[in-house]
């Protein structure tokens, strides 16, 4: 079942738009508030790496896809920049103090699965992520 | 995002509020750094952040790192369920100092 399948302009100023059509989204479905609270964080910080490494400041436009299916949660992003090098998307260790890079770490430690596929015609990257949340997740 | 700065007891104590995201994480570092420049003891008061991402933990990490270079205080308080969440995904929370209230922050400075 879609809950959300929705354009947005990919920009810092509609990241709060796109926070909250995910948590409205998550919650329609009866997730619990700590797996929307995941959820959440986990698309803005990607939405946050299409904006800086995707896109690099230009225009551009973000899809946001969350689909329910039974006790999963499966939430696609496509945008239609040039196509990522998927190698060098990393978390940086945590023992290292420093400002960034922690983005990517939150992703993996919020998501079951991420996964970038092929995109659409006319896409340029698509990044699937999938978040179970049946008893004990 | 709202931040509000306030003298007290020798402290500045810089409330923050809201959504703590890319788009208004510049501001809570330029903040945050011009109070590092001017070397006084910071206390974030986040009991009002409703949520923070990595853009905004960056901007605190900064913080951090040039107050414990210049030997000052910089230290987090009354932090929200949803921030400490962050914090402890970033396993910041074990790196930071961090009292239960703003009060409790301003007696150990």
Same mark, same amino acid.
């Given at each position: 079942?879609?809950? *959300?399948?929705?354009?947005?302009?990919?920009?810092? $100023?509609?990241?709060?738009?796109?926070?909250?059509?995910?948590?409205?989204?998550? =919650?329609?479905?009866?997730?619990?508030?700590?797996?929307?609270?995941?959820?959440?964080?986990?698309?803005? $910080?990607?939405? @946050?790496?299409?904006?800086?490494?995707?896109?690099?400041?230009?225009?551009?436009?973000?899809?946001?896809?969350?689909?329910?299916?039974?006790?999963?949660?499966?939430? @696609?992003?496509?945008? #239609?920049?040039?196509?990522?090098?998927?190698?060098?998307?990393?978390?940086?260790? &945590?023992?290292? *103090?420093?400002?960034? %890079?922690?983005?990517?770490?939150?992703?993996?430690?919020?998501?079951?699965?991420?996964?970038?596929?092929?995109?659409?015609?006319?896409?340029?990257? *698509? &990044?699937?992520?999938?978040?179970? #949340?049946?008893?004990? /997740? | 995002?709202?931040? $509000?700065?306030?003298?007290? %007891?020798?402290?500045?104590?810089?409330?923050?509020?809201?959504?703590?995201?890319?788009?208004?994480?510049?501001?809570?570092?330029?903040?945050?750094?011009?109070?590092? *420049?001017?070397?006084?003891?910071?206390?974030?008061?986040?009991?009002?952040?409703?949520?923070?991402?990595?853009?905004?933990?960056? =901007?605190?990490? $900064?913080?951090? /790192?040039?107050?414990?270079?210049?030997?000052?205080?910089?230290?987090?308080?009354?932090? +929200?369920?949803?921030?400490?969440?962050?914090?402890?995904?970033?396993?910041?929370?074990?790196?930071?100092?961090?009292?239960?209230?703003?009060?409790?922050?301003? =007696? +150990?400075?």
């Amino acid at each position: 079942m879609t809950t *959300l399948d929705r354009r947005f302009p990919a920009r810092p $100023e509609r990241l709060c738009d796109i926070r909250h059509a995910v948590a409205e989204a998550v =919650g329609a479905v009866g997730c619990p508030q700590p797996v929307i609270g995941d959820v959440v964080l986990a698309v803005d $910080e990607a939405c @946050q790496n299409i904006i800086r490494h995707a896109y690099r400041g230009a225009d551009g436009d973000i899809v946001v896809q969350v689909a329910a299916e039974a006790d999963r949660l499966v939430i @696609q992003l496509i945008d #239609f920049a040039p196509p990522v090098d998927v190698a060098k998307i990393c978390p940086r260790p &945590l023992d290292e *103090l420093r400002p960034g %890079g922690l983005g990517t770490h939150f992703i993996n430690s919020v998501m079951d699965e991420i996964d970038f596929l092929p995109p659409p015609d006319g896409a340029g990257n *698509l &990044l699937r992520m999938v978040k179970h #949340f049946g008893d004990g /997740q | 995002m709202n931040i $509000e700065t306030s003298e007290q %007891g020798g402290s500045v104590v810089v409330a923050l509020a809201g959504e703590v995201d890319l788009q208004h994480s510049p501001k809570l570092r330029k903040v945050l750094m011009e109070l590092m *420049l001017e070397r006084r003891p910071v206390i974030v008061d986040m009991a009002g952040v409703a949520y923070i991402d990595s853009s905004g933990i960056a =901007g605190l990490v $900064e913080a951090y /790192q040039m107050a414990r270079r210049q030997a000052g205080r910089f230290t987090l308080a009354a932090v +929200s369920q949803p921030a400490m969440r962050v914090l402890q995904l970033a396993r910041l929370d074990k790196v930071f100092a961090i009292a239960d209230t703003v009060a409790a922050a301003l =007696g +150990s400075v």
